[in-house]
C-alpha cells in the first residue's frame, strides 16, 4: 500500500478558512438565541423588560438676533470705535470708514524727505515703486487681479514700513483690440449696430461710454481689495498727458529710425480686420485630421492634413508633385524649391511649371538648400512668399513674386482667378476638388500640425504682406542682452537668463500699427507732391511719409 498524501498548501487554506466559517456561524446563532431569550421574557412580564426609556424633549434655544451693521462714521472721517465689537465677525463693520480715512490722510502717498528748507530731497532710504500692470477695461477684475493685487500690496507695505519713499499707482489700460471687439458686440446684441454703421466718432464715443461705466467699476474693486495706491496719480492710458506722451514717443523714435514703415507679413485676423501681436496668437497642436469651428463658417473646417498634388512642367508631359496643409494658397504659388543636389530634378534647373487655374501665371524652379531638405515628402516645395513666413524670405533671396490672394475679410480678390470672391476655407475644398478633375490631384493624409489661432476672436490667423509701422528691435535686444551680461541687470532667478537669452537673441521687429478705431491714432502723414508721379506702392514705405505732433 502506498503512503497517505500529505495535504498541500491549498487544501490547507481551504480547511483553515472552513473553520472560520463555522466559528462564525457559531457566533451568530449564539446572539439569535439571546436575544430570542431577551425577547420571550418581555413578553412574559408585559413588556417590562427592556422597555425603551421615554424620549427627552428639547426645548430649542432662542436664536439672537444680530443687530444690522449701520456705519454712523462720516465719509473720511477716522472710524468711531466707541460702539462694542459684534460677537461675531462681520467682514463689512471691520473693514468699513478704514479705506476712506487713510485716502483722505494721505498715507498712501510717496513720502518725500525734506530738506531743512522743506525742499524735496532723494530719500537716503531709498525708494521702491510700483505702476500697476493696468487691468483692461473690457469688464471687472477676477480673481487673478486680487492675487497680483495682494502680491503687490504686500510688497508697497512692507517697504513702506522699512522709510524707503514708495508709490503704488493706479490706472487702466484702454486695452485697444480687447474692448472694440467687446464694444461692437454689445452694439450688435443690443441695436444690430456694427461699427461701420455708427462711424467712427459715434463708436469711440461708445467705448468712452463703457470705459466711465467699467473704469469706475475696476477702481471700486481695487479700493475694496484694500490696496494703497496713491489715488492722486490714477491714469487711463488715454488720458490726454499719455496721449501727448505717446505722440511724442513715437515722433522722437520716428525721426531716430528706431520706428519705420514697411511691407511684411503680420498677424492678421479677418474676423476683426486687423493686425494683431505674435502675444494675440495662441498656436493649437494638432495630431491629425481635426475639425475645427472657425467664425463665419457654418460647418467646421478640417484641418491637420497634408495634401499632396502635381504640377505640369512647361512644354512637357511631365509633372512635379509638391504638398500642402493649406491648399486654397496654391493660387498664390510663385516658385517651387528644390535641393541643388538632388538628383531627382537637377534637369528641371531653370525651368517653369504651369499653374492649372491661372494659365497665364509661370512658376519657376528655383534652387534652395535652406528651404529644402531633399529626405521631406517628395523634396519639392511650393513657394508662397505673400502667405508664408519660411516663403517670404525664400521670395526675398530668389526675387520671386509676391502675390496676395485674400482680402482683409478672408475672401479671395482677383488674383485668385476663377475662386474670386469665394471665403478662403471653401475654396480649399473647391481646389482640392478641382485637382480631382484635373487629375492632379495625388494624395491627402494625416498630419500633425500646428493652427495659429486668434485670442481675441477665435479666427484662424492669416500671414499676410501689409504696410505696416515697426519698431526695430534688434539693437535693443542687443543692449539688454549685454546689460545682464556685465551684472547691470540682475534677472531672478538666475535659471531664466536662459530664457531672456533664448528670446532676445531671436527677437524680430515688433509690428505696432493696428487697424482699430479705439486708440491712439498713428501720428503719422502721407505726403503729396503736386507734380510728381507717386505710385501707390509709395504708401508702403517710409519715403514719403512724416510724423508729427
Known sequence: MSEPQKPTSLAKNIDKNEAKKRAKLEKLAAKQAKLAAVAAAKEAKGGEVGESKKAKVVEAKPIKETKAFVNTTPAGEKKDLSEPLAAAYDPQAVEASWYEWWVKEGIFKAQLSKDAEGKNVINPKGKFVIPIPPPNITGALHIGHALTVAIQDTLIRWNRMLGKSVLYNPGCDHAGIATQVVVEKRLWKEQGKTRHDMGRDAFTAEVWKWRESFGDRIYGQLRRLGGSYDWSRVRFTMDPALSKSVTEAFVRLHQEGVIYRASRLVNWSTALNTAISNLEVENKELSGRTTLTIPGYEKKVEFGVITSFAYPIEGSDEKIVVATTRPETMLGDTGIAVHPTDERYKHLHGRFATHPFIPERRIPIICDDIAVDMAFGTGAVKMTPAHDPNDFEVGKRHDLEFINILNDDGTMN????????????????????????????????????????????????????????????????????????????????????????????????????????????????????????????????????????
Open 414 to 549: 482677383q488674383n485668385a482667378g476663377p475662386f474670386a470672391g469665394m471665403k478662403r476655407f471653401d475654396v480649399r475644398y473647391a481646389v482640392v476638388d478641382a485637382l480631382k478633375e484635373k487629375g492632379l490631384f495625388v494624395d491627402v493624409a494625416d498630419n500633425p500640425m500646428s493652427v495659429p489661432i486668434c485670442t481675441k476672436s477665435g479666427d484662424v490667423i492669416e500671414p499676410l504682406i501689409k504696410p505696416q509701422w515697426w519698431v526695430k528691435c534688434q539693437d535693443m535686444a542687443k543692449d539688454a542682452m549685454l546689460a545682464v551680461q556685465e551684472g547691470r541687470l540682475e534677472i531672478q532667478p538666475k535659471l531664466s537668463e536662459r530664457e531672456w537669452f533664448r528670446w532676445l537673441g531671436n527677437i524680430q521687429d515688433w509690428c505696432i500699427s493696428r487697424q482699430l478705431w479705439w486708440g491712439h491714432r498713428v501720428p503719422a502723414y502721407f505726403v503729396s507732391l503736386e507734380g510728381r508721379d507717386q505710385k501707390v506702392g509709395d504708401r508702403n514705405d517710409d519715403h514719403y511719409w512724416v510724423s508729427g505732433r
